[in-house]
C-alpha cells in the first residue's frame, strides 16, 4: 500500500457536505474516485475537490486499482449491495447508517468482512465527540452508580416544511424516515453507553407529512416513511446498569429548533451531553446540573453545526491511521458487528409499530 491512504466515495451528499472535507484535512489521505447516480453530480463534486476519477457507475469505484478505502452514502436500499462489491475486491469499507435494509442483509455484510479481515466501519460519528467519550469514562467509571434509565431526545424542525421535495427519504422501499437516520444514532448511543444491548423494544411511528411534491414527475406522492418515532426499551442486565429502561424521542417536524439531548440517570447521579459534546453533571442531592469542560472538536466550514461533522473531524484521521497500520479495528468506532445489533432494533421498531406490540429481541 501507498503512503498515503487512496478514497473513494460512493454518493455525493453527506460525503461532500462532511465527509470528503474532513478527510481532506488529513495529512496522509488523497481522495483519487468519486460515483454518483447521475454524472453530472459526480463531475460537479470532483471539480469540486479536484478527484482525478468520476463516475455514474459505483462499480469503477469499488473496482479502482488506487482504491484502498470505500466511503458509502447511498440510501440504504444500496448499502449491501455495495458493500460486498467493495469487499470482493479488497477494500476496506465506511458505510453509512442505517447499515441495511434488513439483519439478514446486514449479517451478510457481516459475515463478508469478517472473511476478507478488512477495516469494516458504521459511521456513528459521534462517538468521536470528546464530551461523548468523556461521558463514557464517567459511565464507565462507576461515578454515576448502576444506569437505571437512559433519555435521548431529538428535534429537528426542517422536514416539516412542506417545500421539501419528494425523494428517496419519503421511500419506505429505499429505507428512508427517521428510524434509520437518525434513530440508528440514538440506539447505538444507548448501546456504545452502556455495553448492553435491548431486551426488548416497542415502538411507535408516525408520517406527519403525508405528501410531497415529486419535483421529477410535477406532482404530489405520499410519503411511505416515518418522520416521527418513539420507542421505550428494557436492556438486558450487566455490570453498569440496574434494571434499566430507556426512551427515544424523535421528530424530524417539530419546532422550534434543533435539539439533540441524550441523559443517562444513575444510582448516585445522572449525566447529559448536548449535540456539541458539551457535557453536564449532577450528583444526588444537588438541585442543578454543572458543566464539564470538554473540546468540542472542529466543525465543517459552511455547514450547519449539527455536532455530526465535529465528530467525524474526529474520527476522519483514525481511519487514516488505522489502514497505514492495517488494524482492523479502532478504539471507540462502531465496527459492522455493531451496525448488526442496531439493525435487529431498527426491524423490531418496524414490527412492533404493524403489530402495536412488544417485541422481544432475539
Not at 24 to 47: D, P
Not at 174 to 180: C, D, N, T
Not at 220 to 247: K, S
Request: aromatic share 10%; hydrophobic share 40%.
Amino acid at each position: 500500500m501507498s503512503k498515503k491512504v487512496r478514497i473513494g466515495f460512493i454518493g455525493t451528499g453527506f460525503a461532500r457536505t462532511v465527509q470528503i472535507p474532513s478527510f481532506l484535512k488529513c495529512e496522509n489521505a488523497e481522495i483519487v474516485s468519486v460515483a454518483s447516480y447521475t454524472i453530472e453530480n459526480a463531475e460537479k463534486t470532483a471539480k469540486l475537490f479536484a478527484i482525478p476519477h468520476f463516475t455514474d457507475d459505483w462499480r469503477e469505484t469499488v473496482a479502482h486499482e488506487n482504491v484502498d478505502l470505500v466511503c458509502i452514502t447511498t440510501p440504504p436500499v444500496l448499502h449491501c449491495e455495495q458493500t460486498l462489491a467493495a469487499i470482493e475486491n479488497g477494500k476496506h469499507v465506511l458505510c453509512e447508517k442505517p447499515m441495511a435494509m434488513s439483519v439478514s442483509e446486514a449479517r451478510e455484510m457481516t459475515e463478508k468482512a469478517r472473511e476478507k479481515g478488512v477495516l469494516a466501519l458504521i459511521d456513528f460519528e459521534l462517538r468521536f465527540q470528546q464530551g461523548r467519550q468523556k461521558a463514557l469514562e464517567i459511565i464507565r467509571g462507576g461515578e454515576l452508580g448502576k444506569i437505571r434509565h437512559a433519555k435521548y431526545n431529538f428535534r429537528a424542525p426542517q422536514r416539516g416544511s412542506l417545500d421539501i421535495p419528494w425523494n428517496w427519504w419519503s421511500d419506505k422501499t429505499k429505507g428512508g424516515g427517521a428510524v434509520g437516520a437518525m434513530a440508528s444514532h440514538m440506539i447505538d448511543s444507548f448501546y456504545f453507553f452502556l455495553g448492553t444491548e435491548a431486551a426488548s423494544v416497542f415502538c411507535q411511528l408516525q408520517t406527519h407529512i403525508k405528501q410531497r411534491k415529486d419535483p421529477d414527475k410535477n406532482e404530489m406522492r405520499d410519503v411511505t416513511t416515518d418522520d416521527e418515532a418513539m420507542f421505550v426499551f428494557r436492556f438486558a442486565e450487566n455490570e453498569f446498569t440496574e434494571d434499566a429502561t430507556g426512551l427515544i424521542s424523535l421528530s424530524v417536524t417539530e419546532q422550534p429548533k434543533y435539539q439533540n439531548t441524550l441523559e443517562f440517570f444513575g444510582t448516585k447521579g445522572a449525566i447529559r451531553i448536548e449535540h456539541r459534546g458539551e457535557l453536564f453533571i449532577t450528583r444526588n442531592g444537588e438541585k442543578d446540573w454543572t458543566k464539564i469542560e470538554t473540546d468540542p472538536g472542529t466543525n465543517v466550514p459552511g455547514i450547519g453545526d449539527t455536532g455530526f461533522a465535529r465528530g467525524f473531524m474526529a474520527f476522519a484521521p483514525k481511519i487514516v491511521e488505522a489502514i497505514l497500520k492495517e488494524k482492523t479495528e479502532i478504539e471507540f468506532a462502531a465496527k459492522f458487528e455493531d451496525g448488526l445489533k442496531v439493525q435487529k432494533i431498527i426491524d423490531a421498531a418496524h414490527e412492533s409499530n404493524e403489530k402495536g406490540c412488544l417485541v422481544k429481541i432475539k
